[in-house]
């Protein structure tokens, strides 16, 4: 697991350089990055049973992911301010690491967890596709983003969790990567959107 944590942490680091990289890119650029960006998170969890993921796989995919993050966290810079971000990326962070070491350090099980974040996750993509048609209110769209915070930190648990209870061989320790770099990076966007109309009415 510590070669996970490892490997997870230098993939936020890249991500980090991705959004830094970001503001030199076309915004014509950005939709085109983010079918590339799904197209290769497809590839990494359908081919994952035939073929181990290579670190540079991994490290390409975040970068891209942080470029493709650079619009929204510019959007919450411009509307919000810096104080909004970095409070969402520090909440982020401090509900991550108490998830994950009490995941690590619990003596239960939380595998059991997969298929209700599975439907429940399923159903965050569904109103998401919804709301670009039929907006959601600033409400709804707090309802939605608290929903996503317990999802993605269910995820967490559950990932964690799982690591613990079955063991990581070397080759799976890019995917393993993957899976917690996806929480953590789902998880500080429902908690910025979360900021970001709090403070919209304040």
Do not use: C
């Amino acid at each position: 697991m510590p070669s996970v944590i490892r490997t997870f942490a230098f993939s936020l680091a890249i991500a980090f350089l991705g959004t830094m990289a970001g503001v030199f890119v076309p915004p014509a650029l950005f939709m085109p990055l983010a079918i590339l960006e799904f197209v290769m998170l497809m590839i990494a969890f359908f081919v994952r049973r035939k073929k181990a993921m290579s670190y540079s796989f991994l490290y390409l995919f975040t970068f891209i992911s942080g470029i493709t993050l650079y619009p929204i966290v510019a959007y919450y810079l411009a509307t919000s301010g810096a104080n909004v971000v970095i409070m969402a990326f520090a909440s982020t962070t401090v509900v991550f690491s108490g998830i994950a070491i009490y995941a690590a350090k619990s003596k239960q099980n939380f595998s059991f967890l997969g298929g209700f974040l599975l439907a429940a996750l399923l159903s965050l993509v569904a109103i998401s596709i919804f709301n670009i048609f039929f907006p959601l209110s600033s409400t709804g769209m707090l309802a939605y983003s608290f929903i996503g915070v317990l999802v993605f930190s269910g995820y967490v648990l559950f990932d964690i969790s799982r690591m613990k209870q079955y063991g990581v061989r070397a080759e799976e320790v890019p995917l393993m990567a993957l899976n917690l770099y996806l929480d953590f990076i789902n998880l500080f966007i429902s908690i910025l959107r979360i900021f970001g109309i709090l403070n919209s009415k304040d």
